[in-house]
């Protein structure tokens, strides 16, 4: 949930302030999920130099905590970024703490070329990639909208650099025209803007001297609202359960999920199918849309034969992202190699090896904590708690050390008469056969309670992907079960 906040966050920073010539301006903001106090962000913009050029500096801080049951999370941010008044990028640096887990980055971006330095769990990484001609910096979108001015029924589209995913985005932006908003005791008379950054959409509302005045997801609960310095930084306690309150209604009960052999049921949205939500973007799952607020789902628990499976390694062409590492999945790590071999034995059949490996796994994470939001598969290796992102995760790394490709996959997963967020991971078997298997409950085989909405790769942009195409479901939505068989 913490890199919907994070993208959230940059979408709602990016409109303060947009009018200012008379510099610093220094802004503060209540930060809101269903209407509580769960942190606050500030944005300082200012004029300084930077390698003998006079340029701006805006420094970005956020601060928030929220609970996963009985775990808080807390998370803090602080990212400069120095920038020319043509809105020419020219560096960054920034720091992210995660209830522990830190990283550390900075980038020198030169002739539409970013030179970056990536810290983080224990690695340095230098990466350099090319920027599209006329990129900013995702912060800069204030001055993009100071120079093209507040035009009501005006839409933008605008390529940003976004230094904390180390990505280029497209942003889509539409100015509305004025509406009354209140903040504090004082109502203002704002635009309403919209925009849609990593397919989430936000309402904006900024003021007639070009400051924001709030911020909304509704499809999230999410809300910034401007504060005095005082009020922003006044004590807060991590009350919001970010799990509890985006849990998903069932219909029924169901009371063994991990001996549900198939289950039938609705997906029924109260108002409406979620934006972006398709045939197209449901590829992959078993979901099928019927009409405008429903899709159905069928779901079988589906044992593959062992004979069938092909001896790793498995290289076959068109799969080598599936083997690829990413920062989260270190599957060319000496220990994590030598641990997967060691699991493995002798065995060269891949789904025996991945059954062996997700039955380690299980065992291995002895502390099932929801305290690590997105822990490392080597954190996760070496901490031996987890939740059940931190299963996957470290369960794929050590497939992929074997040469068995594997995929993660996110949806919802029931506990009594709700559904919660929930991961687990797809392995390769060979001639285009994958299966599905839960570290997180020890399942070689997947129950058929498993609902999936998203699966593909875990880069930093993949990992916000899973976030967000899984969260958008949870606002009005019900999963209404038709038929239920165990075991």
Same mark, same amino acid.
């Given at each position: 949930?913490?890199?919907?906040?994070?993208?959230?966050?940059?979408?709602?920073?990016?409109?303060?302030?947009?009018?200012?010539?008379?510099?610093?301006?220094?802004?503060?903001?209540? !930060?809101?999920?269903?209407?509580?106090?769960?942190?606050?962000?500030?944005?300082?913009?200012?004029?300084?130099?930077?390698?003998?050029?006079?340029?701006?500096?805006?420094?970005?801080?956020?601060?928030?905590?929220?609970?996963?049951?009985?775990?808080?999370?807390?998370?803090?941010?602080?990212?400069?970024?120095?920038?020319?008044?043509?809105?020419?990028?020219?560096?960054?640096?920034?720091?992210?703490?995660?209830?522990?887990?830190?990283?550390?980055?900075?980038?020198?971006?030169?002739?539409?070329?970013?030179?970056?330095?990536?810290?983080?769990?224990?690695?340095?990484?230098?990466?350099?990639?090319?920027?599209?001609?006329?990129?900013?910096?995702?912060?800069?979108?204030?001055?993009?909208?100071?120079?093209?001015?507040?035009?009501?029924?005006?839409?933008?589209?605008?390529?940003?650099?976004?230094?904390?995913?180390?990505?280029?985005?497209?942003?889509? /932006?539409? !100015?509305?025209?004025?509406?009354?908003?209140?903040?504090? &005791?004082?109502?203002?008379?704002?635009?309403? /803007?919209?925009?849609?950054?990593? &397919? !989430?959409?936000?309402?904006?509302?900024?003021?007639?001297?070009?400051?924001?005045?709030?911020?909304?997801?509704?499809?999230?609960?999410?809300?910034?609202?401007?504060?005095?310095?005082?009020?922003?930084?006044?004590?807060?306690?991590?009350?919001?359960?970010?799990?509890?309150?985006?849990?998903?209604?069932?219909?029924? !009960?169901?009371?063994?999920?991990?001996?549900?052999?198939?289950?039938?049921?609705?997906?029924?949205?109260?108002?409406?199918?979620?934006?972006?939500?398709?045939?197209?973007?449901?590829?992959?799952?078993?979901?099928?849309?019927?009409?405008?607020?429903?899709? +159905?789902?069928?779901?079988?628990?589906?044992? *593959?034969?062992?004979?069938?499976?092909?001896?790793?390694?498995?290289?076959?062409?068109?799969?080598?992202?599936?083997?690829?590492?990413?920062?989260?999945?270190?599957?060319?790590?000496?220990?994590?190699?030598?641990?997967?071999?060691?699991?493995?034995?002798?065995?060269?059949?891949?789904?025996?090896?991945?059954?062996? +490996?997700? &039955?380690?796994?299980?065992?291995?994470?002895?502390?099932?904590?929801?305290?690590?939001?997105?822990?490392?598969?080597?954190?996760?290796?070496?901490?031996?708690? @987890?939740?059940?992102?931190?299963?996957?995760?470290?369960?794929?790394?050590?497939?992929?050390?074997?040469?068995?490709?594997?995929?993660?996959?996110?949806?919802?997963?029931?506990?009594?008469?709700?559904?919660?967020?929930?991961?687990?991971?797809?392995?390769?078997?060979?001639?285009?056969?994958?299966?599905?298997?839960?570290?997180?409950?020890?399942?070689?085989?997947?129950?058929?309670?498993?609902?999936?909405?998203?699966? @593909?790769?875990?880069?930093?942009?993949?990992?916000?992907?899973?976030?967000?195409?899984?969260?958008?479901? *949870?606002?009005?939505?019900?999963?209404?079960?038709?038929?239920?068989?165990?075991?």
């Amino acid at each position: 949930m913490y890199r919907i906040l994070k993208a959230y966050c940059i979408a709602i920073l990016f409109l303060a302030p947009l009018f200012g010539a008379d510099y610093p301006i220094s802004e503060y903001f209540n !930060i809101l999920i269903n209407d509580s106090k769960v942190g606050y962000s500030s944005v300082l913009t200012e004029k300084t130099i930077f390698e003998t050029k006079t340029c701006l500096k805006e420094t970005t801080y956020m601060l928030f905590e929220i609970k996963r049951f009985k775990d808080s999370i807390k998370m803090e941010t602080k990212t400069e970024l120095y920038f020319s008044e043509e809105l020419e990028p020219y560096y960054f640096k920034s720091y992210e703490n995660l209830t522990g887990q830190e990283r550390f980055m900075e980038g020198r971006i030169k002739q539409n070329k970013a030179y970056i330095t990536d810290k983080f769990a224990g690695k340095e990484e230098k990466k350099e990639f090319a920027l599209p001609p006329g990129t900013i910096f995702a912060g800069m979108l204030d001055n993009f909208l100071r120079k093209a001015g507040l035009l009501p029924n005006k839409s933008y589209v605008v390529k940003v650099f976004d230094n904390s995913m180390l990505s280029v985005a497209d942003v889509k /932006i539409k !100015i509305n025209g004025l509406e009354k908003q209140t903040a504090g &005791n004082r109502e203002y008379s704002c635009y309403a /803007i919209d925009t849609e950054m990593y &397919n !989430i959409l936000t309402s904006i509302y900024v003021d007639k001297q070009g400051y924001t005045i709030r911020t909304k997801n509704a499809q999230l609960g999410l809300e910034e609202v401007i504060a005095t310095e005082a009020e922003a930084k006044k004590s807060f306690s991590a009350n919001v359960d970010i799990l509890s309150d985006f849990a998903v209604k069932c219909s029924r !009960i169901i009371e063994r999920p991990g001996d549900v052999k198939e289950m039938n049921c609705s997906l029924v949205f109260e108002k409406g199918l979620p934006e972006g939500l398709n045939q197209n973007s449901l590829s992959g799952t078993s979901i099928k849309i019927i009409k405008e607020n429903m899709a +159905i789902c069928t779901l079988r628990r589906t044992e *593959f034969p062992v004979e069938k499976a092909a001896a790793f390694p498995i290289g076959e062409k068109g799969l080598e992202k599936y083997l690829k590492p990413s920062p989260y999945e270190q599957s060319e790590d000496a220990e994590l190699i030598k641990t997967a071999r060691t699991i493995a034995g002798n065995e060269k059949n891949s789904l025996k090896a991945a059954g062996k +490996i997700v &039955n380690w796994v299980n065992g291995r994470v002895v502390n099932k904590s929801f305290s690590s939001v997105f822990a490392t598969a080597k954190e996760t290796f070496d901490s031996k708690q @987890g939740d059940c992102k931190g299963h996957a995760v470290l369960a794929s790394a050590l497939c992929k050390a074997l040469g068995i490709p594997a995929k993660i996959a996110a949806g919802i997963y029931p506990v009594n008469d709700r559904f919660y967020y929930h991961m687990w991971l797809e392995v390769y078997l060979g001639n285009g056969n994958w299966a599905a298997m839960d570290p997180t409950f020890n399942e070689t085989v997947l129950d058929a309670a498993h609902i999936k909405l998203v699966e @593909g790769t875990l880069d930093d942009a993949g990992k916000l992907a899973f976030m967000v195409e899984v969260y958008k479901y *949870f606002k009005n939505m019900e999963v209404v079960v038709f038929k239920l068989i165990y075991r």
